[in-house]
């Protein structure tokens, strides 16, 4: 049974901290994601990884780092966590190098910046 | 970027009844991938079903089947004989063909089926 995990469903920081979101699949994909979920605005990626150590930007990256050391993990840093940044946040992950696959999600993170 | 557009923000359908929700998209593209993702209440988001654009056949899973109309750019989900676990948020996706790691997401309809 394909598997993506989150380090955690509920998480509440304050304005300014440095927050850390953990995503782990045991897939061995090569492609993993961060996305956000917001309402009517469906889900907006922030960053995708197609190696370690190798990333590109999404749509909206602006406040977000990433980092990918081992194939199986990707993190997404917010450096200085600000309240817009509240949000829902789903990493996925898929194979291969060419279209069609599909993305397994992971159960979401619930972020709260206060 | 492709603009994937989802005009329906919620439906209730009764149980064991058939229906359809729409989405249209928007690409300069000839082939690319479509696609239904199902975001049950505070679940997993799983894939529902896909489509490949250069296929002319409308893909079928199960009770869910979809209207491809390619000239039209538009891609709806039928469900039929609607049940209770269908209750859930559905997303319209896109994907390019060559820039396979691009997923472009609709806003999502809320589908509540009703017992």
């Known amino acids: 049974d394909v598997k993506v995990t989150q380090s955690s469903r509920y998480l509440v920081k304050r304005t300014g901290e440095k927050v850390f979101l953990e995503c782990v699949q045991d897939m061995d994909h090569e492609n993993m994601f961060w996305y956000r979920q917001d309402p009517g605005l469906g889900l907006r990626l922030i960053y995708f990884s197609y190696d370690v150590k190798m990333k590109e930007k999404g749509d909206i990256p602006e406040g977000y780092s990433v980092s990918r050391e081992k194939k199986e993990r990707f993190s997404l840093i917010l450096e200085s966590a600000s309240t817009n940044q509240t949000s829902m946040y789903l990493c996925?992950?898929?194979?291969?190098?060419?279209?069609?696959?599909?993305?397994?999600f992971g159960p979401g993170t619930r972020l709260t910046v206060l | 970027a492709q603009t994937v557009t989802q005009s329906q923000p919620e439906m209730s359908v009764q149980e064991a009844e058939t229906v359809t929700l729409s989405c249209t998209y928007d690409t300069s593209e000839n082939n690319y991938y479509l696609f239904w993702y199902k975001q049950p209440p505070s679940r997993q988001m799983i894939l529902v079903i896909r489509?490949?654009?250069?296929?002319?056949q409308n893909a079928t899973e199960n009770r869910f089947s979809v209207n491809f109309q390619k000239a039209a750019k538009s891609f709806s989900l039928k469900i039929s004989d609607s049940q209770l676990g269908d209750t859930a948020m559905y997303f319209c996706?896109?994907?390019?063909?060559?820039?396979?790691?691009?997923?472009?997401f609709g806003s999502g309809t809320k589908l509540n089926v009703k017992p």
């Open positions: 996706a896109s994907q390019k063909l060559y820039n396979f790691n691009k997923f472009y």
């Open positions: 996925a992950s898929r194979s291969g190098t060419s279209g069609g696959n599909e993305q397994f």
């Open positions: 489509q490949e654009a250069y296929k002319q």
